[in-house]
């Protein structure tokens, strides 16, 4: 645990949440193109598409707690 107060939770949280919002505006582009899909191909690539934005937030967690951007053994 940290013994002192660090910026990098508040400017971690400050870049996710620009990275979230820059995602989100990629993503609405694309619905014009993904539009024109079968509903079922809609719906998958909207699914992966929801989730994909979680595959690097366990590193960045870890950042922000740690300072590094390995993942301990342990966690």
Not at 4 to 10: A, C, G
């Amino acid at each position: 645990m940290r013994d002192k107060p660090t910026l990098r939770i508040p400017f971690g949280i400050l870049g996710l949440l620009f990275a979230l919002a820059v995602y989100a505006v990629l993503v609405a582009k694309a619905s014009d193109l993904i539009a024109g899909w079968h509903v079922l191909a809609q719906t998958v690539a909207y699914i992966v598409l929801g989730t994909i934005w979680l595959l690097p937030l366990k590193r960045f967690l870890v950042w922000m707690e740690t300072g590094s951007w390995r993942i301990p053994p342990n966690a």
